[in-house]
């Protein structure tokens, strides 16, 4: 539950550490733990650490975060919706994995912010094509990971009139 309560975007990151690849592949791991509708195989990841694949990606859309400001990411690949039982839940099959990698990183002490890509047009073909995606398999985002500049703190942004009983 701490995780959960601690966990927010992180835009600072100590570059001179990295994140080892085995404690990546542990985090797609936990985003496979996700529910899907019907259990589909509708994603994929790529671990980004390469510097000379960061430094392409300096010059595509970017939200708050630039992305030579971290020095690790994870890209989730959304598999080509005309292959799915079920395409339209694609997206949110990929945002509830999306949120276990986020919440695992922040469990082992890592900083994390999530980096939307889809359905910005621009940016999904930007991305697919730096990283090779292609067969109507697409870039849906992109989560930052690193050792964290910042500290973590509880953000509490539950209001109580948002919960209604029976009927809205």
């Known amino acids: ?11 600072k990151f100590d570059l001179s550490k990295k994140i080892p690849y085995d404690t990546l592949v542990e985090l797609c791991k936990y985003a496979s733990y996700a529910p899907t509708a019907r259990r589909q ?17 300096k010059d595509l859309p970017h939200g708050t ?24 839940m694609e997206p949110i ?46 870039v849906f985002g992109i989560i930052a990971l690193g050792y964290p500049k910042e500290e973590f703190r509880e953000w509490d942004k539950f209001d109580p009139n948002t919960i209604h009983h029976n009927k809205y």
């Open 1 to 11: 539950m701490d995780a959960i309560k601690l966990r927010r975007s992180i835009r």
């Open 41 to 57: 195989i509708d994603k994929e990841y790529i671990i980004i650490d390469s510097e000379e694949v960061i430094n392409k990606m």
């Open 65 to 88: 975060l630039k992305y030579e400001d971290c020095n690790t990411y994870i890209a989730l690949v959304a598999k080509d919706p005309n292959s799915l039982t079920i395409p339209g």
């Open 93 to 138: 099959d990929l945002g509830m994995a999306a949120e276990n990698i986020l919440i695992k990183a922040c469990d082992l002490g890592f900083g994390s912010c999530y980096l939307g890509v889809y359905p910005s047009e621009e940016r999904m073909k930007s991305f697919n094509e730096l990283l090779g995606v292609n067969n109507n398999d697409f």
